[in-house]
């Protein structure tokens, strides 16, 4: 009994040496990925065309809210001419008519607004979702290519924080954060600004 329970206490130890071992051996390191989505290069590229998509879908917008606009106005035409006492009972009974029809078709385009609005504010969101995914993509590629590389055991992401409100990461060392080779690795790619074209000389 008393050699079972030596065997036993020595194999803890085996075991606890083991992963004592094992931690010394551990290779830890930091990213701030909001450091580092902000700095990438493809963040900017991707808000323009975002703004570019968003200023064209105000433009087409704005063709509807013209277009109710201009039926608004025909209505209120076509209202004060059926209650207009000088015009013949006939001409009034007409007017009352357009006038409901024009309230259908301004309803009509009503709807085909709200159906618009809707389909392009979720073409904006998911343009949105595929912007931030592909760069966070990108980012986790770069991370573990490092991370491989470099034989880091993990890598802690230190920007986030619990639903208290406190930091995922509560302390570590500078020199563990390698959120700067990230950056730099990711924006070796960037293309080189357009050049200004110098003003012409004048004559």
């Known amino acids: 009994m008393k050699f079972m329970i030596k065997k036993l206490i020595l194999m803890v130890l085996l075991v606890g040496t083991a992963h004592f071992a094992q931690a010394q051996n551990a290779k830890f390191a930091t990213v ?3 450091k580092i989505f902000e700095g990438y290069y493809k963040k900017a590229d991707a808000e323009k065309r975002l703004k ?56 009509q385009r009503m709807r085909e607004l709200q159906e618009f609005d809707a389909t392009r504010r979720r073409q ?47 302390y570590s060392m500078t020199s563990m954060d390698i959120s700067d080779d990230i950056s730099k690795t990711l924006n070796a790619n960037k293309p080189p600004a357009s050049a200004t074209p110098a003003p012409a000389k004048k004559p």
């Not at 209120?76 to 409901?100: C, I, P, S, W, Y």
């Not at 595929?130 to 470099?150: A, C, F, L, P, W």
């Open 32 to 34: 701030d990925m909001n």
């Open 52 to 107: 570019e998509q968003a200023e064209s879908y105000n433009n087409e917008r704005k063709v509807y809210v013209d277009g109710l606009k201009k039926i608004m106005d025909e209505m209120n035409v076509l209202r004060n001419e059926a209650k207009n006492q000088a015009t013949a009972e006939k001409v009034q009974e007409e007017k009352k008519k357009a006038f409901v029809m024009k309230g259908a078709e301004y309803e």
């Open 124 to 170: 904006l969101a998911d343009a949105s979702d595929r912007m931030r995914t592909g760069i966070v993509d990108d980012i986790r590629k770069v991370v573990n290519d490092k991370s491989k590389k470099e034989g880091y055991t993990m890598v802690f992401e230190i920007s986030g924080s619990t639903a208290n409100g406190a930091p995922t990461v509560l």
